[in-house]
Nanobody
């Protein structure tokens, strides 16, 4: 059974950086698509970034492009989201998600069957 566990959230000031981690277990993830999503209070869950674990394909939401980088440590089955130049509008619960293939729907929450519990990121102005 796929298990995902996020960590690394916290309270930070505008302009600073955070690195979120997602530890994955329960399957061989070499062909999986891994996504990061976030949900601000009172808003719908939205796409942040996605990564094709077996290849080099990545996608980023326009709102974070140039400020975020998704990487992985294959030996540790861990995916990271490095976030720089954080803004108050980046505040929210950040979720790691997984599905067995990349492609169409990589930015759609409903297309991911596996989710972590989330980690809170608060960016103060």
């Amino acid at each position: 059974q796929v298990q995902l566990r996020e960590s690394g959230g916290g309270l930070v000031q505008t302009g600073t950086s955070l690195r979120l981690s997602c530890a994955a277990s329960g399957r061989t993830f070499s062909s999986f698509a891994m996504g990061w999503f976030r949900q601000a209070p009172g808003k719908e869950r939205e796409f942040v970034a996605a990564f094709n674990w077996g290849g080099t394909t990545t996608h980023y939401a326009d709102s974070v492009k140039g400020r975020c980088t998704i990487t992985s440590d294959n030996a540790e089955n861990t995916v990271y989201l490095q976030m720089n130049s954080l803004r108050p509008e980046d505040t929210g619960v950040y979720y790691c998600a997984a599905r067995t293939t990349y492609g169409v729907g990589y930015n759609t929450p409903a297309q991911y069957p596996y989710w972590g519990q989330g980690t809170m990121v608060t960016v103060s102005s």
